[in-house]
């Protein structure tokens, strides 16, 4: 057959040539983002601005829309972040990952530069533990896990520890070593509680305590006692 819907079939044959190239330099450019995108997966986890504690404003969205192919340069100051706690020096702490998950505090006026050198970043978050890295899920659960545990008092990161490490601890004798008699806390059943209601640790009929994520508070907490389990 001369001809296909009226066109001669050389002018076919030409554009099915034209389509096949076209869709190959699709496919190889999308291979091209894939790979850059795999060679460097930088993703904000969360961002804080404030002087540490409770007194922290989310700052996550802002940092993220600065991040522009795979890097983040931004000033830590009040022009872009605004003045929630006026008077005070205040750092800007932000949880990422590239492979590995990474916390860094850069203080007012400094500059926030992502991702750090290899070899200097300021301090592992997890370790080894997630070298092939996270789903956006566990990214995302990280950090809420990791700003909560900021936040606790120095006991209860002691009794999450004892639970983490032994994977399982009934509720009454934890409360018992860590009481006056034994570790010297005042009242291990209100540590108890607010690690329960942080939703580090959950209980059974039988008063077994478990944490609720091994694998992202167990690395949290590791990460912890490795740096010398600072108060």
């Not at 296909?4 to 099915?16: E, K, M, N």
């Not at 995302?140 to 990161?157: E, Q, R």
């Not at 329960?196 to 690395?219: S, W, Y």
Request: aromatic letters at 8%; charged letters at 25%.
């Amino acid at each position: 057959m001369r001809e296909l819907l009226g066109w001669p079939t050389w002018v076919i044959g030409s554009l099915l040539i034209l389509l096949a190239a076209s869709l190959e330099g699709c496919y190889r450019r999308h291979r091209q983002i894939m790979a850059e995108s795999r060679n460097n997966p930088l993703f904000i986890i969360s961002a804080r601005w404030g002087i540490g504690g409770d007194a922290n404003k989310d700052v996550t969205e802002i940092v993220r829309a600065y991040a522009v192919s795979g890097s983040v340069k931004i000033p830590a100051s009040i022009g872009i972040f605004r003045d929630p706690y006026p008077q005070v020096t205040k750092k800007l702490t932000v949880v990422y990952s590239v492979a590995r998950q990474w916390e860094v505090s850069v203080k007012e006026s400094d500059n926030l530069v992502l991702p750090e050198p290899h070899g200097q970043e300021q301090g592992n978050l997890v370790g080894a533990l997630f070298v092939g890295g996270l789903t956006d899920a566990e990214s995302k659960s990280l950090g809420i896990y990791k700003s909560k545990f900021d936040s606790l008092p120095w006991p209860a990161k002691i009794a999450l520890g004892k639970i983490c490490k032994f994977g399982i601890s009934s509720s009454t004798a934890l409360q018992i070593e860590l009481g006056p008699d034994g570790f010297g806390f005042a009242d291990p059943k209100k540590t108890v509680s607010r690690l329960q209601g942080d939703g580090f640790v959950e209980d059974d009929v039988a008063g077994n305590l478990t944490p609720k994520n091994p694998k992202l508070i167990g690395a949290i907490v590791s990460d912890w006692e490795k740096s010398g389990k600072p108060r």
